[in-house]
């Protein structure tokens, strides 16, 4: 597999594809290890994860680096995203010692629930984030005593095979965590079909994950969908319209747009239509689109010439309110873009664009807010700027999405749970439940 930097189009390096028969053997090495894996004292495994992340950390400079060459993120995000995975391993780290199980009083015997590990996880993630949303599935599964197979995308595997290696480094044993570099349809397939992978952790595409969904049925898989999304941004007359234009560029931009989480539609209500988007042009100009190894680079290129042509085909024809500037080629570049909807119809407004391309559309009262909001197949985030708390309440009830903030534009944070309501997925990631996905609860009663 040809793997290029996308600032420049230039290969960087070629990378093996997994076969059928090499994914079907690493399936087994880690089934095997699972039985060990698990019967490693919670302590020792707890150790093993702290010295993966401080594998991890004593590298993060080289993780980040290897991530702008490969997916063409800025320095800054990059780093973020390497310390990330540290932190979600420091995280779960503690889990192998406080999952435990409870005992329930039922007369005649001691009743108890043990956490079970689940066995071989299978992990698919694409290209956008190709660190976070790896560990965000892997530290939990491992830290509740299962053993990963994790695929990357195919056009970002450098970082994964490189925290394989890192792993390694940290002493975890052979077969427990295994990085395979393919493609969806041979790797991806296999760990779906695989009988001895007993959980898929999918992150991409709704059409791929619900392809996906419908091959763990044949096997009542355990499965967790991390999909798409196409979250609004809801600007209320009484909020704070500044910080509101201010942060809109970063809310959609960050990552170039390729960002499930990505605020692309903007949803102002119509006193204060104008005048926000007379702030919001300025911001989304100014925002620093460049080479992504500069310090001051805040938006980097697509992943790739094809991406490019997708968001493309979203702008043909659109009415575009004003545009930010970007490089000239080489590389995969494309401008901050602000579109206006001429209805909810819109292909722009109603489908994941995953560039940055974001739609604004005005709206009446709060009613209309919700309904415009929710008028979508996605449920995955979502911003409420207002200044008046019962609205804030009563909107963030009522908004049909995982993970909404209040004049913020937060998303994810390791410690809290994430995760998609509608077509946006399936199950949650992060926070303090995560690793109970990676477990059947057993129960058993012990007659006296
Ligand atoms: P994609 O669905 O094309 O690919 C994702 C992964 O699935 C890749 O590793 C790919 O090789 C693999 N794959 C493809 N076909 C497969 C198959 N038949 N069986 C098994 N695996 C298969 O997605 P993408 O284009 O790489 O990523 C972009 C999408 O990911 C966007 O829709 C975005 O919203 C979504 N995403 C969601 C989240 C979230 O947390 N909800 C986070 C990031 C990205």
Aim: proline content about 6%; aromatic content about 8%.
């Amino acid at each position: 597999m040809q793997v290029v930097n996308p600032a420049t189009g230039e290969l960087i390096t070629t990378v093996p594809a997994t076969t059928l028969a090499e994914t079907d053997a690493a399936i087994g090495r880690a089934a095997t290890a699972f039985e060990s894996w698990r019967a490693v004292a919670p302590a020792d495994r707890a150790r093993l994860l702290r010295r993966f992340a401080a594998q991890v950390d004593a590298h993060l400079d080289e993780l980040a680096a290897l991530e702008v060459r490969n997916a063409g993120h800025t320095v800054g995000n990059a780093r973020w995203e390497a310390g990330n995975v540290r932190d979600v391993l420091d995280y779960y780290a503690a889990t192998p010692e406080r999952l435990t199980g409870r005992q329930i009083p039922v007369p005649g015997g001691l009743d108890v629930t043990f956490h079970e590990p689940l066995g071989v996880v299978g992990i698919i993630v694409p290209w956008n984030f190709p660190m976070p949303i790896a560990a965000w599935g892997f530290a939990p599964a491992l830290a509740a005593g299962n053993t990963v197979v994790l695929k990357p995308a195919e056009l970002t595997p450098l970082t994964a095979l490189r925290l394989a290696e890192l792993a390694r480094d940290a002493g975890l044993p052979d077969g427990v965590f295994t990085v395979l570099p393919g493609e969806g349809s041979v790797v991806g397939e296999r760990l779906v079909t695989h009988e001895q992978v007993r959980k898929i952790c999918f992150t991409g595409s709704t059409a791929t994950g619900t392809r996906i969904m419908a091959g763990c049925a044949a096997q009542v898989k355990r499965l967790t969908l991390e999909l798409g999304g196409k979250s609004a941004n809801l600007v209320f007359a009484d909020a704070d319209l500044d910080r509101a234009a201010a942060t809109a560029p970063y809310a959609v931009f960050d990552n170039a747009g390729q960002d499930c989480c990505a605020r692309s539609r903007i949803l102002v209500q119509r006193p204060v239509y104008d005048r926000f988007l007379e702030l919001l042009e300025p911001a989304v100009r100014a925002v620093r689109v460049e080479d992504p190894t500069r310090e001051s680079a805040e938006m980097g290129p697509l992943i790739s010439a094809r991406q490019r042509a997708t968001v493309a085909s979203y702008v043909d024809g659109a009415e575009v309110a004003f545009t930010g500037s970007c490089p000239d080629g080489p590389g995969f570049w494309y401008a901050p873009t602000v579109l206006l909807a001429g209805s909810p119809a819109d292909r722009h407004w109603r489908e994941e664009v995953f560039g940055p391309v974001v739609s604004v559309l005005p709206f009446d009262d709060e009613a209309d807010a919700v309904r415009l909001a929710n008028d979508t197949e996605y449920g995955l985030s979502g911003s409420i700027w207002t200044r008046d708390v019962g609205r804030a309440i009563r909107v963030s009830r009522a908004v049909a999405a995982g993970n909404l903030s209040v004049n913020s534009h937060s998303s994810v944070r390791y410690w809290t749970p994430f995760g998609g309501m509608k077509r946006s997925g399936l199950g949650r990631e992060l926070g303090p439940d995560a690793p109970l996905a990676f477990t059947e609860t057993k129960n058993v009663f012990i007659s006296t």
